[in-house]
Structure formats: structure tokens, C-alpha cells
């Protein structure tokens, strides 16, 4: 079973940035979609980017696009989310998830396509 570790979260002023990283343990890490949600107090859990297995395609929520950017480092097993101009609204705890089938490259935006998930790591961003 895949194990999914985030970090890189914590309080940051509105306008601010926050790199997130989410290291994943084993040796499939290049194979398989990867995905950021979040999800905020008394709400569901919400698709904010994702990117294939090659890296080569990246998808973004509206609300996120321009502001934020998804990477991987398939060497390292780590996935990133580059987080710039953060407003008050992305206060939420952010997950990692891997895609539940390997060589997945479209249908990364829903939750459905995930089959692990991280323990998630808090954002905070203050007005």
C-alpha cells in the first residue's frame, strides 16, 4: 500500500506563496495520475490540480488556474503545488492523491480517480 506524506503548509498572509510537497513511498510513483484537493470547514472536498503520470498534462480548477502550479519530480517520488497570490478563501487542508490506475493521463479531476490519499497538511491564509 502506498504511503502519501504532505507537507510545506502552514499560515501565510493573503498575497503570499506556500510550496506544498507530497512524497510518496515505493517504487510506482511514475506510473500512476497525480492530484491536490482541499477542503475547508463544513465543506466537500474539492479538485484544485492534477497532472499525468509523465507530467507531461496539468489540469486546474478555475479558482486556482494562474495562481497555482503543479509539478513532479518522478526521481524524487514527490508531487508539488506551487501556491502564489493566496487569498483567504484557499484556507483549507490540502491532499495528495494517486490516481487508481496506472498510465491514467485524462479524468484526474474527480475524486472517483483517486485511490490513495495523504493525511492532508493545513493552509491558512489570513486577510
Not at 474539492?46 to 513532479?72: M, N
Amino acid at each position: 500500500q502506498v504511503q502519501l506524506v504532505e507537507s510545506g503548509g502552514g499560515l501565510v498572509q493573503a498575497g503570499g506563496s506556500l510550496r506544498l510537497s507530497c512524497t510518496a513511498s515505493g517504487r510506482t510513483f511514475s506510473i500512476y495520475g497525480m492530484g491536490w484537493f482541499r477542503q475547508a470547514p463544513g465543506k466537500e472536498r474539492e479538485f484544485v490540480a492534477a497532472i499525468s503520470f509523465s507530467g507531461g498534462a496539468q489540469y486546474y480548477a478555475d479558482s486556482v488556474k494562474g495562481r497555482f502550479t503543479i509539478s513532479r519530480d518522478n526521481a524524487k517520488n514527490t508531487l508539488y503545488l506551487q501556491m502564489n497570490s493566496l487569498k483567504p478563501e484557499d484556507t483549507a487542508v490540502y491532499y495528495c492523491g494517486r490516481g487508481a490506475r496506472p498510465h491514467a493521463t485524462v479524468g484526474l479531476t474527480g475524486r472517483a480517480a483517486y485511490g490513495n490519499w495523504g493525511q492532508g497538511t493545513q493552509v491558512i491564509v489570513s486577510s
